[in-house]
C-alpha cells in the first residue's frame, strides 16, 4: 500500500514521470540537487526535501531516476541517502528506473534488502527493491506512455502495477533483481548494432549505384527487415518524421547510445564475456561524441561516422 511516494532525480526524464504520479493523485515528495528544477516543482506545491533520507523518512515508496551508477549508488548509499547507513529505512518498496549495469543494481538490492523496516512499520519485513528502467525516451515519459522492464521480486512487481501505469502504458517482467537493468542494455546494444549494419549496408549499397529509397523497399519486404530500416531509417529523405528528415535533432542522443553501450561492455568484461559488437559499437559512438555530435539523434552515425561529412 503505497499513497506517499517520494521521487528522486528530476531531470528531462523523472520531471515529467513525477509530473504524471501527481496528476494520478499521489502525494510526491521530490530531491533533486539542481536548484532551478526544484523551482519548478516548489512552485507548484509539491513537497521539497533537502536529502534523499529526508525523502525515505516521509514515503512508502521511492523512485530514482539518474543519470549513471555512480549517481544511484551515491543516492542510495551516500551520506544523507535512502538507506541511512544500513539500519532502518522507512519505505517498503525502492524503485530505481535509471539505465544502469545489472551488477550495480544487484548490489544496491542487497544493500536494501540487508535493512528492515522502522519499527513504527513492521520492524519484521524486509524492504525490497526493483529495478525498472524505461523505454520511450521524453515524448513517453511526458505523455504517460513509457514501458518498464521490471527485474525484483514477483510479488513487489505486482504491488508496484498500479504505480507503473500512472507512467507508463506497458510493464514486463523480467525475472530477479537485475534482470530489467540487463533487459534495457541488451535492447540498446542490439538497436545501436542494428542502426550500424543498416546504416553501413546503406551507404555500400549507395557506393555500389542503388539509391538508399530502393535499397529499403528491398530491406523491407526482405530478410534485412528492423526497427532501423522501417521505423527510424537514418538516411535523410527515405522516411519523414523521423530524425534522419530534421538534421538528426530530437530522437535519442549519441550520449546516451555511448552510455548505454559502455554499461553493456562494462557489465560483458565483468563476467567474463567476449562481445566484439559491444566494443565496436560502443568505440564508434563514443567517436561520434568526442567529435561533437554527442546531441544529435543517434542515428547521424549514417551521416558522420560513414561519410565524414558535416553539414
Ligand atoms: P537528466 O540528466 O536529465 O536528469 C538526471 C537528474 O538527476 C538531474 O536533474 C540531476 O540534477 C539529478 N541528479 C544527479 N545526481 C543527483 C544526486 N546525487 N541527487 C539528486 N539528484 C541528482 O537525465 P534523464 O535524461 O532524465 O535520464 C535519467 C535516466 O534515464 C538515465 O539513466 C538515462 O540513461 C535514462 N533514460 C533516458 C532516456 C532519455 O531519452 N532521456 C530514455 C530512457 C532512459
Same mark, same amino acid.
Given at each position: 500500500?503505497?499513497?506517499?511516494v ?6 528531462? +526524464?523523472?520531471?515529467? +514521470? ?17 536548484l ?7 512552485d507548484?506545491?509539491v ?7 529526508? %525523502? ?10 539518474? =543519470? ?29 528506473? $535509471?539505465?544502469? &549495469?545489472?551488477?550495480t ?14 519499527e513504527?512499520?513492521d ?9 525498472a528502467? %524505461?523505454?520511450g ?11 518498464? +522492464?521490471? *527485474?525484483? =521480486?514477483?510479488?513487489?512487481?505486482k504491488?508496484?502495477k498500479?504505480?507503473? $501505469? ?5 510493464t514486463?517482467? /523480467? ?10 542494455? /541488451? ?14 549496408a546503406?551507404?555500400?549499397?549507395? $557506393? ?9 523497399k ?7 527487415r528492423c ?9 535523410? *529523405?527515405?522516411? &519523414? ?7 538528426? &535533432? ?24 567476449? /562481445? =566484439?559488437l ?11 561524441c &568526442?567529435e561533437?555530435? *554527442?546531441?544529435?539523434?543517434? $542515428? ?12
Amino acid at each position: 500500500h503505497f499513497e506517499k511516494v517520494g521521487f528522486i532525480g528530476l531531470g528531462n +526524464m523523472g520531471s515529467k +514521470m513525477a509530473n504524471n504520479l501527481i496528476k494520478a493523485g499521489y502525494n510526491v515528495a521530490v530531491h533533486d540537487i539542481n536548484l532551478s528544477v526544484i523551482k519548478m516543482f516548489s512552485d507548484k506545491g509539491v513537497t521539497i526535501k533537502g536529502s534523499p533520507m529526508e %525523502v525515505a523518512e516521509i514515503s512508502d515508496v521511492v523512485i530514482t531516476m539518474l =543519470p549513471s551508477p555512480s549517481h544511484v549508488l551515491n543516492v542510495y548509499t551516500g551520506p544523507n541517502g535512502l538507506l541511512n547507513g544500513g539500519n532502518r529505512v522507512n519505505p517498503w518498496l525502492f524503485i530505481d528506473s $535509471s539505465t544502469i &549495469d545489472p551488477q550495480t543494481t544487484r548490489k544496491i538490492s542487497s544493500a536494501v534488502s540487508s535493512c528492515a523496516l522502522n519499527e513504527k512499520r513492521d520492524p519484521w519485513v524486509k524492504p525490497v527493491m526493483l529495478d525498472a528502467p %524505461v523505454s520511450g525516451g521524453v515524448p513517453a515519459a511526458e505523455a504517460g506512455t513509457l514501458t518498464f +522492464m521490471v *527485474g525484483g =521480486p514477483e510479488e513487489a512487481y505486482k504491488a508496484a502495477k498500479q504505480l507503473f $501505469s500512472s507512467m507508463g502504458k506497458n510493464t514486463i517482467y /523480467c525475472g530477479g533483481a537485475g534482470t530489467g537493468s540487463a533487459a534495457k542494455i /541488451c535492447n540498446n546494444l542490439a538497436m545501436a548494432v542494428s542502426m550500424l549494419g543498416v546504416s553501413e549496408a546503406f551507404v555500400l549499397g549507395q $557506393s555500389l549505384g542503388i539509391t538508399a529509397t530502393t535499397l529499403t523497399k528491398i530491406f523491407n519486404s526482405s530478410s534485412a527487415r528492423c526497427w532501423s530500416s522501417d521505423t527510424y531509417n537514418p538516411v535523410p *529523405g527515405v522516411m &519523414d518524421g523521423v530524425p534522419s528528415s530534421r538534421n538528426y &535533432d530530437g530522437g535519442f542522443a549519441s550520449t546516451l547510445m555511448a552510455k548505454d553501450l559502455n554499461l553493456a561492455s562494462t557489465s560483458a568484461k565483468e563476467i567474463g564475456l567476449n /562481445c =566484439p559488437l559491444t566494443s565496436e559499437a560502443k568505440d564508434i559512438f563514443t567517436k561520434l561524441c &568526442d567529435e561533437g555530435h *554527442g546531441k544529435k539523434d543517434f $542515428s547521424c552515425v549514417f551521416r558522420h561516422f560513414y561519410s565524414g561529412k558535416d553539414e
